[in-house]
C-alpha cells in the first residue's frame, strides 16, 4: 500500500503534540518584567528539549520514508506505536516541569524516551524486512549504533534520575544533541545521484 496517508497521519500528531506542549507555556498573571517570567523557566526548559525532541523524530521519519515508496500493515502499526508514545511526551514535559525536575517525573521522562527510540528501531526494522536487506534504507541505517546508544544513555538517565535527575536531564540533552542533525546516513544516500523514489520498491 502508498506511504502518503501514514505520511500525513503522522505530520498531523506531530503537530498535534507540538500545540499541546506550547500551551503548558501560560502567560504570567501578575508582573511585565524578567522577574514575572522565572517561575515559567522549567516550562520553557521542558519545552525546548522536548520540541527538540519531537522535531528530531519528524525529520527522521521524514528521511526514511524518503527512502520507501510503499508499506504493509505491520508497518501502519508500528507507525501508530511510534505515535502513541510521542504522544505521552507533552505528559512527561508537564509533569517534570511542574515538579521542578524532581526524581520521578524525570525518570517518567527517560521511560517515555526510551519507548520512543524502541517504537523507531522496530518501524525502522519492519521497514528494511519489508524493503530487503540489500535496500537503500537497510544500508543508510546500517547497524544503527547511534539509535542503539541512544537507549542505553536513556536507561542510565532513568535509573540516575533517583538521585540526580539534573544529571539524567543532561543526559537527555546529550542524546538530543547527538541527533540534531538529520541523520547523515540517510542523507547521503537521498542525495545520492542513483537515488529516485520513484524507483523503490
Not at 496517508?5 to 503534540?17: P, Y
Not at 520514508?65 to 500493515?73: A, D, E, K, Q
Not at 502499526?77 to 505515535?83: I, K, S, V
Amino acid at each position: 500500500m502508498k506511504k502518503g496517508r501514514l505520511e500525513a497521519f503522522s505530520d498531523g500528531v506531530v503537530a498535534i503534540i507540538i500545540t499541546i506542549m506550547v500551551l503548558e507555556l501560560k502567560i504570567p498573571e501578575h508582573g511585565n518584567d524578567w522577574k514575572a517570567l522565572a517561575p515559567m523557566l522549567p516550562f520553557f526548559l521542558s519545552y525546548v528539549l522536548s520540541f527538540v525532541n519531537v522535531g528530531i523524530y519528524w525529520n527522521n521519519h521524514h528521511h526514511m520514508f524518503y527512502l520507501v515508496s510503499n508499506i504493509t500493515g505491520g508497518a501502519l502499526w508500528a507507525n501508530l506505536n511510534l505515535l502513541f508514545w510521542l504522544s505521552l511526551i507533552p505528559f512527561g514535559t508537564g509533569w517534570m516541569a511542574n515538579n521542578h525536575f524532581a526524581s520521578v517525573p524525570v525518570a517518567v521522562y527517560g521511560g517515555i524516551l526510551i519507548m520512543c527510540g524502541a517504537s523507531y528501531a522496530l518501524l525502522s526494522g519492519i521497514l528494511i524486512s519489508h524493503c530487503g536487506k540489500n535496500s537503500e534504507l537497510a544500508q543508510a541505517i546500517g547497524k544503527d549504533w547511534k539509535g542503539k546508544l541512544s537507549v542505553v544513555i536513556y536507561a542510565a538517565a532513568v535509573a540516575i534520575a533517583f538521585k540526580l535527575p539534573l544529571v539524567s536531564c543532561a543526559l537527555y540533552v546529550v542524546v538530543a544533541c547527538m541527533w540534531f542533525i538529520p541523520d547523515r546516513r540517510i542523507e547521503k544516500v537521498v542525495a545520492s545521484p542513483k537515488s529516485s523514489p520513484g524507483e523503490r520498491t
